[in-house]
Every structure is written in structure tokens, then in C-alpha cells.
């Protein structure tokens, strides 16, 4: 089963792929641990796209799918992934989708979590992880990419029928069991 766990900045897309992770034995890729990984690494990689992780922008689609595709060649992925932070644009839909077609999977489900703005900033702003994208101006460039540029890969997967929504407030334990509905109904 391979699952995108989608929303805003400060949805919850981390914590809850973790524990779908456990609780269905899948493996977590997201981009953004691994652009940061890169980045304390010191890798030619990390060096590429310290800036624009700093600035709240987008890294272009062409690196972002080629580090995807080389996490994917990883033999522990073949259990089944949960993606968060990706795909960001259509572009890297697109992508991820003839990656799957080449090894013969799919997408099962693109889980959307929904969660108002002035929450989203809240948390952001309280999640203290000393992130350097975290402060209130990048949190809001962030929010404005994120309406602008990633929105509409949720077009891209309803025109495909996966697409689940689902509240993303409340406790981590009642929004995961609202995920665990959906992904049990698959
Ligand atoms: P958040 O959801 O809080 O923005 P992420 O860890 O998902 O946090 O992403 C942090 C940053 O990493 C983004 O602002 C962007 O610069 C970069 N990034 C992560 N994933 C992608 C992606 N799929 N495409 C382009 N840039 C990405």
C-alpha cells in the first residue's frame, strides 16, 4: 500500500505518517526530513538547496524527483510508502506517478488533512523544532507557496478518485483515528 499523506505546513503530515508507518508496517519518505538531513550533512546536495529551504520556497521538481527516485531504489520502500511533502506540485505528481508505473504500484490514497489557517500558524509558531523556516514571515510565504503552488496536486489526484479529506485538528490520537478509518476502508 502506498499512501500521500497531503496539507498546509503544520497540518500534522509528519507526526501522523510516523504513526501510520508503525501501525501498518509502511515505510516514511518525506522530502523535507531529507532536503534537512542533506543539509546538516553538509552534501553537495544539502549545500544546492540550504537557501531555498531558508527562503520557504519550492526546490525545483528535477531534484526533488531525482533524490526521490534514488530514496525509492532502497529495498525497505518495497514494504509500501507514506509520502509527506511530496508531491508539491503537479509536476512531481506527474513524476511520482510514472515512477510507480515503472515498478508496477500505486497510489491507494491521498489523505488530505484540513486544518484552518490561524491554527496552522499557531502551531508552526509553538512547534519550537528551531527550524530556520520557522519564523512568522517564512511561515507565511510558506502558506502563501503552499495555496499557490501546492493546492492544485489535489486536483491532480481527484481527477484520479483517491482523494480522502479528512479534519486535521483535535488530539494526534483522534486525528490518526480518523486517517485509520479511511486507510481500513481501502
Ligand atoms: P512544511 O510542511 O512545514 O513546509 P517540509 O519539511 O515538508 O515542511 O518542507 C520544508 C521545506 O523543504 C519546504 O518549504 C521546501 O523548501 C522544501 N521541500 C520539501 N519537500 C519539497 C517538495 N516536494 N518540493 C519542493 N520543495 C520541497
Known amino acids: 500500500m502506498n499512501l500521500v499523506l497531503f496539507g498546509p505546513p503544520g497540518a500534522g503530515k509528519g507526526t501522523q505518517a510516523q504513526s501510520v508507518c508503525v501501525e501498518y508496517g509502511l515505510v516514511h519518505l518525506s522530502t523535507g526530513n531529507l532536503f ?5 550533512n553538509e552534501t553537495p546536495l544539502g549545500k544546492e538547496v540550504k537557501s531555498i529551504l531558508d527562503a520557504g520556497e519550492l526546490v525545483p521538481d528535477s531534484i526533488v524527483l531525482n533524490m526521490v527516485k534514488e530514496e525509492l531504489q532502497k529495498p525497505a520502500f518495497q514494504k509500501g510508502v507514506v509520502f509527506d511533502g511530496f508531491p508539491r506540485t503537479v509536476a512531481q505528481a506527474e513524476g511520482l506517478q510514472d515512477v510507480m508505473k515503472e515498478v508496477n504500484t500505486s497510489i491507494d490514497a491521498f489523505i488530505m488533512l484540513d486544518v484552518p489557517n490561524d491554527v496552522l500558524v499557531q502551531r508552526l509558531l509553538s512547534r519550537g523544532e528551531g527550524r530556520s523556516d520557522d519564523t512568522e514571515k517564512k511561515i507565511q510565504h510558506r502558506l502563501d507557496v503552499y495555496q499557490k503552488e501546492t493546492t492544485p496536486v489535489k486536483g491532480y489526484y481527484e481527477s484520479k478518485g483517491t ?15 480518523r486517517i485509520q478509518s ?4 481501502l
Open 36 to 40: 534537512r538531513a542533506h543539509i546538516s
Open 163 to 177: 482523494v480522502y479529506s479528512i479534519l486535521g485538528i483535535g488530539t494526534i490520537e483522534e486525528v490518526f483515528s
Open 182 to 185: 479511511v486507510i481500513d476502508s
